[in-house]
Every structure is written in structure tokens, then in C-alpha cells.
């Protein structure tokens, strides 16, 4: 069964798209796109469609202050988008996994609940982790794909003119748009090393097991980034598989209009279907 559903929580409205299989107990995948990322981008329906094929359900979304409306692809609600920030995108799947097993989504309490991050998502999906397990509700794994270890990835020119101006204008490629970043989205970037922000230290309090993969042609986010994690996990004692794919680009070689599956999607997508079948 597919479904789109809109989740209202106090801060904005998520949307999400949801695959829910008749497998009995299936586990859920929870969804978390990058940085301007959405349901509808590139291969993610693709993952949603491979894993129902395997008996898992699962569920992508768009961020509530993301700028992009339902299955549109383009962003039309630039008064949001300046607005976001890691703290909106805990919020977002904070209230995901807090109504998973009420209305409208009606999971059973007895699946299982993974989360899977791309690129900048690792840092939401790991700090919301950090506080569903504070809360005692259960996190069943973490899988990142091509994920970043830090919100430190700017340049001291950059930081300082977004500071100057309260808000940083970035060009989409793809759409040619000039996006807005604004100011509380810095301040959590000029805290990336404090404890608010620290992956590294909110690693030490999500005990889960980890399935880690990265391209090994990433020219996007360096392959360093999901060592420094793999580390972390590991210093902590926390179960920890990681996996490189040979030829594999940030997107593992997919574009955006979906083209069609690739063998690095295909290879990377068999690490994770056995993952979470084991």
C-alpha cells in the first residue's frame, strides 16, 4: 500500500510518502534527505520502491521548512526555506517517529524502526536518534549513505557575508534558483564544534547498530567524513558495518530527473536490503 500523507505538528507540516507492505512485523525505514532534498528527488523513490519489492515499508519526506510543496520538484515557498534549520529537521523526524504507530500511519509497535540519512540528513537523523533513545523509545539501526560528520563545511569568506547579511543566497543548479539560508541555520554551523552540535559527541549516546556507506568517487562529500564516523561508532563499542562501492558518486551515479537504476544504486541497495534482512 502507497500513500501520501500530511503529518501536522506544532512547528509546520511534513509531508510524507509512505510504502506500508503486508510483510507481517516488516521493518520501517525512515527516510532523511540532504541538503535541498525531497521525496520525489532523484532515486529515493526508487530505494522506497526496491525495499517494498524486499517486505520492508518505509517512509520519505519533506521537510517542513524544505521549500518544496508535495510531488512537486521545485521550490516555491522561499519564505520556509530561509527559515530551516537543523533544529526544524530534528523536529521533523522527531514527530515522524513519535506518531509512526498512530493515525494516520497505523504501523504496529512490534516493526522495527531504522533510519536512513543521505548527505547532511546524518545530522538530523543522528540528533533526533539522540533524543527518541533519551526518551526511552527504540531506534533498531542507523544507516547512512555518503553521509557528512560535521555542519563545519564552510569557508570563513562565506560564513562572514552570511553573517554580514543575516542570510546567504545559494543558486540551485538545477533549478537556477537563488535559495536563502538564513541566520539561526549559521548559528548552528558556528556551533558545530560545541556539544549542541558535535556529531561526535551525540554519537556516544545513540547506542544502535550502524550500516555506513560511501561511493568511492564522492566529489560531493568527502569519504573521510563517514571514516570519522565509522570511528566514532566504533570507539563507543557501538556494532558498526561499513561498505565502500566501487565507482560510486554522491547520488551513486543516478541523476535527478530519475533515469533509471545504476549498478552502483543496485550494489549499494543489496548492502542494505541484507543489512536489514540480517
Not at 520525489?40 to 518544496?68: A, R
Not at 543548479?173 to 560545541?194: D, H, I, S
Not at 566504533?234 to 541523476?255: D, G, R
Request: glycine content about 6%; hydrophobic content about 35%.
Amino acid at each position: 500500500m502507497k500513500t501520501k500523507i500530511k503529518l501536522k505538528l506544532k512547528h509546520g507540516i511534513v509531508t510524507c510518502h509512505c510504502y506500508k507492505t503486508e510483510t507481517e512485523n516488516s521493518p520501517i525505514v525512515i527516510i532523511t534527505n540532504g541538503s535541498n532534498g525531497f521525496y520525489n528527488y532523484g532515486m529515493f523513490p526508487f530505494i522506497q520502491e526496491d525495499l517494498y519489492k524486499n517486505g520492508i515499508s518505509s517512509i520519505s519526506y519533506n521537510f517542513s521548512h524544505g521549500g518544496v510543496e508535495g510531488d512537486q520538484d521545485y521550490f516555491t515557498q522561499l519564505d520556509l526555506y530561509e527559515k530551516n534549520c537543523m533544529r526544524l529537521e530534528v523536529e521533523d523526524l522527531y514527530g515522524i517517529i513519535t506518531n509512526i504507530y498512530n493515525h494516520p500511519f497505523n504501523f504496529k509497535i512490534s516493526q522495527k524502526i531504522i533510519l536512513m540519512a543521505h548527505s547532511l540528513g546524518g545530522i538530523p537523523t543522528i540528533f533526533a536518534a539522540k533524543r527518541i533513545l533519551s526518551e526511552n523509545i527504540s531506534v533498531d539501526g542507523i544507516i547512512l549513505l555518503a553521509s557528512v560528520s560535521t555542519l563545519d563545511l564552510y569557508s570563513k569568506e562565506i560564513l562572514d557575508n552570511w553573517e554580514k547579511d543575516n542570510v546567504w543566497l545559494v543558486k540551485n543548479n538545477r533549478t537556477n534558483q537563488m535559495l536563502p539560508r538564513g541566520y539561526e541555520f549559521l548559528c548552528e554551523v558556528k556551533n558545530a564544534q560545541t556539544l549542541q552540535w558535535n556529531l561526535k559527541e551525540a554519537i556516544k549516546q545513540v547506542n544502535t547498530e550502524y550500516l555506513i556507506i560511501h561511493g568511492a568517487k564522492d566529489d560531493s562529500v568527502d569519504i573521510k567524513h563517514s571514516i570519522n564516523i565509522k570511528e566514532w561508532a566504533e570507539s563507543n563499542l557501538w556494532p558498526v558495518s561499513f561498505n565502500v562501492i566501487e565507482n560510486a558518486t554522491h547520488t551513486f551515479n543516478t541523476k535527478h530527473p530519475f533515469e533509471g537504476e545504476t549498478i552502483e544504486l543496485k550494489n549499494m541497495l543489496s548492502v542494505v536490503v541484507n543489512w536489514i534482512k540480517k
